[in-house]
């Protein structure tokens, strides 16, 4: 069964500060690998999709890399604002399983 | 345009209750789904419908039943509603392209709280 963590729990950084937040799985059988923002009290708001084929996706100041032989993905931001400040999840589409949803990753970008 | 909307927002009840949560995505999805996120903030999938087949549930309590009168509705049955079902309950769609499995929207969640 399909395990997801993220390192770090928690993040709080200056503003203009580039950030890597970390994922890992245990089940390299995946569709994709997402990476979600959630605001306080809001829904998920999609930010990145990587195909089990690709290694990397970008939009904007955000980077996604996928690693599946290792288990790993990680999500970059570039240049890091205020506005930034949610917490991020990441989420394996598995064969069979369906999405498995990492704890998350509590970021605040300190002006 | 909403694109997957749920209602009610908030839902406050008392213990032994029987509550419905709504959901509608307008983006000709074909497969959707319940998550719970717990006081944890985790996120676990409870159901998940495809073209009104079911077919996950994550070891669910049969209180929970979903109902989905057409493609574009998923609805949430809670019955006997006990204070460990209080949390956020988001519904979340996804279409398919192919073999192409593209990412899920997300409802922006209702707040449940069972007292």
């Known amino acids: 069964k399909q395990e997801v963590t993220q390192i770090p729990a928690a993040l709080s950084v200056p503003e203009g500060e580039n950030l890597v937040l970390n994922c890992s799985f245990t089940?390299?059988?995946?569709?994709?690998l997402q990476w979600f923002r959630q605001d306080p009290g809001k829904g998920l708001t999609s930010l990145l999709l990587i195909q089990s084929s690709q290694r990397e996706q970008t939009s904007g100041r955000l980077n996604a890399s996928l690693d599946k032989s290792s288990g790993r993905s990680t999500l970059y931001i570039a240049a890091s604002q205020p506005g930034d400040s949610a917490t991020y999840l990441c989420a394996s589409d598995n064969y069979g399983q369906n999405f498995v949803f990492g704890p998350g990753t509590r970021l605040s970008v300190l002006p | 345009d909403t694109a997957v909307s749920q209602t009610p927002k908030y839902l406050v009840t008392q213990m032994g209750n029987d509550k419905s949560i709504k959901c509608e995505q307008n983006l000709g999805h074909d497969t959707m789904y319940w998550y719970k996120q717990d006081s944890k903030k985790f996120l676990k999938i409870m159901f998940s419908?495809?073209?009104?087949?079911?077919?996950i549930n994550e070891t669910v309590p049969n209180r929970f039943s979903p109902k989905s009168p057409d493609k574009a509705h998923l609805n949430l049955h809670i019955n006997s509603l006990e204070l460990g079902d209080s949390a956020v309950y988001f519904c979340?769609?996804?279409?398919?392209?192919?073999?192409?499995?593209?990412?899920?929207?997300f409802g922006p969640g209702t707040r449940l709280l069972v007292l």
């Open positions: 979340a769609s996804k279409g398919t392209s192919g073999v192409i499995r593209e990412t899920q929207y």
């Open positions: 089940d390299s059988a995946i569709y994709n």
């Open positions: 419908y495809n073209n009104k087949e079911l077919i």
